[in-house]
């Protein structure tokens, strides 16, 4: 079996990369800029005609899009008998993935709410506030993104007043798709005040060494 990644880990291709750091899968990392036009080549397109980063070639099957990447990477390789925590720690492999319907469904809610209510927010704050030059930054954007995500991060932060991670009380796929775009946003001090389960949450994510090892993949790009 042979599972690549393509995708610089300066990318959204962090979210599959982070998923096969925690479960310590074997894989081989193609990391492709988003710039340059390499992935607009002939060969990259015949496996994503999006021309986009990331994409997951488990052995032929090919996903696009990084939170599917991110969820088919915890259902593809979750352990045996995973329905059980013992099972689970018996085979030694994380469960990133669902032991029931219920937590398939917060799973998938989080993963999508956090895609269609954070993500241009956040995205907006890091441009503006980190990645831009200087002289190209537009502080009122980052400001209005601020304003407009304080609205979801309530939701959040609401919903961690009863729970340490988003499916329950273990470290799912849904922590991960979720930190990973909230990541985004940690300059926003202010917000991040406001909010401080969800503020604690990110920090306890961001601390796991298959996350950091990602970052160190990204910083050494």
Not at 81 to 99: E, F, H, I, M, V
Request: aromatic share 8%.
């Amino acid at each position: 079996m042979t599972l690549k990644i393509y995708g610089t880990a300066a990318s959204r291709a962090a979210r599959p990369l982070w998923v096969a750091q925690e479960l310590g899968l074997v894989y081989e990392h193609i990391p492709l800029p988003y710039l340059g036009g390499a992935t607009r080549t002939p060969e990259f397109l015949a496996i994503n005609p999006n021309g986009r980063i990331p994409v997951v070639d488990d052995d032929g099957v090919l996903v696009w899009e990084s939170m599917a990447c991110a969820l088919y990477l915890a259902e593809r390789f979750k352990p045996p008998g995973a329905r059980s925590l013992a099972a689970q720690n018996d085979a030694g492999t994380p469960l990133l993935a669902a032991r029931s319907h219920a937590e398939l469904a917060e799973i998938l809610r989080w993963s999508f709410w956090v895609v269609t209510e954070c993500e241009k927010d956040a995205l907006a704050i890091l441009m503006h506030r980190v990645l831009m030059p200087a002289e190209r930054r537009k502080p009122q954007l980052a400001d209005e993104a601020e304003r407009r995500l304080a609205g979801p991060l309530g939701v959040l932060e609401q919903h961690l007043q009863t729970c340490s991670y988003l499916a329950g009380e273990r470290f799912t796929v849904a922590d991960i798709c979720v930190a990973s775009v909230l990541t985004w946003a940690q300059s926003a001090t202010q917000l991040m005040a406001q909010c401080p389960r969800t503020a604690q949450w990110l920090r306890t994510c961001l601390a796991r060494p298959a996350f950091k090892a990602v970052r160190a993949m990204a910083q050494s790009a």
